[in-house]
């Protein structure tokens, strides 16, 4: 699945997922190959553990997601920006 960079730790990276859940990659689950990260970036993630107590675990999965779904997301972000606008403008009618 796609995760966001929420931010970032000593432990490793706090990754937002589906449904607004966030977990955690540590960084010795991170190659040492990739890039640095920066709060924002997506990010390939699995679920490694889910806990009892709420908490995720989560695994790297090499993916260039900017690369495969950036613009997409991009024009997302935009279109809803773009409507947020419209709903404001039409609330104070």
């Excluded at 999965?61 to 279109?79: Q, V």
């Amino acid at each position: 699945m796609i995760g966001k960079v929420k931010s970032i730790s000593k432990f490793g990276l706090f990754v937002l997922f589906s449904d607004k859940k966030t977990g955690l990659l540590r960084w010795s689950n991170i190659p040492r190959r990739q890039g640095k990260y920066k709060v924002g970036d997506l990010i390939g993630v699995e679920i490694l553990q889910a806990r009892e107590d709420g908490k995720y675990e989560l695994k790297f999965i090499e993916k260039d997601f900017e690369e495969s779904f950036g613009h997409f997301l991009g024009e997302a972000t935009d279109r809803l920006k773009s409507l947020k606008t419209k709903n404001e403008f039409l609330k104070r009618l």
